[in-house]
């Protein structure tokens, strides 16, 4: 029996079987029973305000985070950083690096642990750090604004028992 030609085969091969159907809308619908999809979403969003406002101070996502922490907790140590922010020790330290050449934080000594330093707001990073908390705020405000001030205290409380789930006997209901 001989062999198909080249022709035939691709001509085969390649003619359309059944056309699909064009895609009017895009279901999402089960996407959106799934809490990582809805909460990436919504962070996504945010975050692209975020980048967007925060760009006069040239301050990402992380960098901010890490400001308000030494500004809520002045002389709080890279440690304390690195387990608040669930940031690796390696990824800290160019950070602090930078805004440390950036003159927005200073390391002074630890005063009970020698081998440890403290980080505080300079004088520029406590003006940074206030202008850039106002922007926060305001583009929590807007982002969102379809939000009552109860739901989204109620949205930060459910968010947090996910990242944050409680430890030890109380969060236990004796049940297995």
Request: charged share 25%; with cysteine; hydrophobic share 40%.
């Amino acid at each position: 029996m001989a062999e198909p030609s080249t022709a035939r085969s691709l001509k085969r091969t390649s003619s359309p079987r059944k056309a699909a159907a064009a895609v009017a809308d895009v279901d999402t619908s089960y996407l959106e029973t799934l809490t990582g999809y809805n909460a990436r979403r919504a962070a996504l969003t945010i975050i692209s305000v975020f980048l967007e406002r925060m760009a006069q101070y040239q301050l990402r996502p992380v960098d901010f985070s890490v400001l308000s922490l030494i500004a809520h907790n002045p002389g709080i140590t890279s440690r304390q950083l690195c387990g608040a922010l669930d940031i690796l020790p390696p990824n800290l330290v160019g950070m602090l690096r930078d805004l440390e050449g950036r003159g927005v934080i200073e390391k002074r000594e630890h005063p009970t642990d020698r081998r440890a330093q403290g980080l505080h707001l300079s004088a520029a990073g406590k003006k940074l750090y206030a202008k850039a908390q106002r922007t926060a705020t305001e583009l929590e405000v807007d982002a969102l604004g379809d939000l009552s001030v109860e739901e989204r205290e109620t949205l930060h409380s459910l968010l947090r028992r996910v990242y944050r789930p409680p430890k030890g006997p109380a969060a236990s209901d004796g049940t297995t």
